[in-house]
């Protein structure tokens, strides 16, 4: 069998990875589908990937998603390779740093969003001047004053501030970051944004059964907040010590105060779907929003996370029925959300 299609030897550029998805879909087509889910604020098309075996029957699934923070390279990366591996193994019927990949995919359907924010990951790559909204966007202060430190979406946005989990009105905007761009502007509305609206509509389209978005960086999971940890009688916290217990990943307190912690796509994952949601801070930490090379994600995140996937999707099996009561409700659910 062939080779690997996805490279991340170095930087992973965005018409490379749009035409890797290509190539993937095009080569494991009976298991590998893609959607566009939405358009970014640039027009460009956010699209996720289905990973399913047998599209037959409703299966719990799992959403992955990488690249809401423009900057976090790593996470897109992580994504990408995930898909490129877990197809090949599957088709290999072969184990995965023993993960039984055939058995899981042929239970699980797994969905991957690798890039949620693509006009930011193009910025970061290529400057403002690559941006259509080059006009409005030059006159914004970017944080660290250098475009590979670029963490919003084309409107100068933190996507991960912009969710409409309840605490919206409440979250607060660190002193002098309340301005478009600056690190954690949470925008001038809830789910104002197209790419937050995607992720959403997505979400209550599939009715995933765990989400997990990928971060950087500190090597930590932030796995429950104050405000829903109480909902999943320790599923979370069960999936998490495990999570634990396996990987690198180290388990942070449960976030306490909204106005800090609260709309996040993991906040609102929880709050209104009602499930776990689990936020992986890949690679060791690096201070005042710096990334590490790219280079290095091989040594930094792969050799650590590739099985993360394959883990998740496992656990998703698991907490199904506890999470759904049983599979006839779940079905019912499936339906009459498409
Ligand atoms: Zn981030």
Redesign the pocket.
């Known amino acids: 069998m062939n080779k690997f299609i996805v490279d991340t030897s170095d930087t992973y550029y965005l018409n490379e990875i749009y035409s890797d998805i290509d190539k993937l879909c095009s080569r494991y087509s009976h298991i590998l589908s893609k959607f566009t889910i939405g358009k970014t604020v640039e027009n460009l098309d956010i699209i996720a990937l289905k990973l399913s075996s047998n599209n037959a029957l409703p299966k719990p699934s799992v959403l992955f998603v990488g690249g ?2 423009a ?2 390279d790593f ?1 897109v990366m992580l994504c990408m390779k995930m898909v490129d591996y877990y197809c090949k193994y599957y088709m290999e019927e072969k184990q995965f740093d023993g993960y039984d990949v055939k058995s899981i995919l042929d239970t699980v359907d797994m969905y991957f969003i690798p890039v949620a924010n693509p006009d930011g990951l193009n910025i970061v790559h290529h400057g403002l001047k690559a941006s259509k909204n080059y006009e409005a966007l030059k006159n914004m202060n970017i944080w660290g004053e250098d475009h590979t430190y670029w ?1 919003a979406n084309a409107n100068g946005v933190d996507l ?1 501030k912009n969710f409409n989990d309840g605490n919206w009105e409440i979250r607060t905007c660190v002193p002098g970051t309340e301005v478009p761009c600056s690190d954690r502007f949470k925008g001038y509305s809830p789910n104002s944004e197209p790419e937050t609206r995607a992720l959403v509509d997505f979400c209550n389209k599939i009715g995933f059964t765990l989400m997990v978005t990928y ?2 960086s500190g090597n930590c999971t932030f796995w429950a907040d104050s405000g829903t940890h109480e909902l999943f009688n320790g599923i979370d916290e069960r999936i998490m010590d495990e999570l634990h217990y396996k990987y690198i990943y180290r388990k942070t307190k449960i976030s306490q105060d909204p106005k800090v912690y609260g709309c996040g796509f993991e906040n609102w994952f929880r709050a209104r779907m009602k499930r776990p949601a689990f ?1 992986i ?1 890949l690679s060791p930490f690096v201070d005042g929003g710096r990334q590490h090379p790219d280079y290095l994600f091989d040594e930094l995140v792969w050799q650590h996370a590739k099985t993360t996937g394959l883990f998740f999707a496992e656990k998703a099996a698991e907490v199904h029925d506890e999470i759904f009561g049983n599979a006839e409700k779940y079905a019912a659910l499936t339906e009459s959300k498409n």
């Open positions: 809401i923070h900057r976090e996470s963490k991960n971060h950087c936020c801070e």
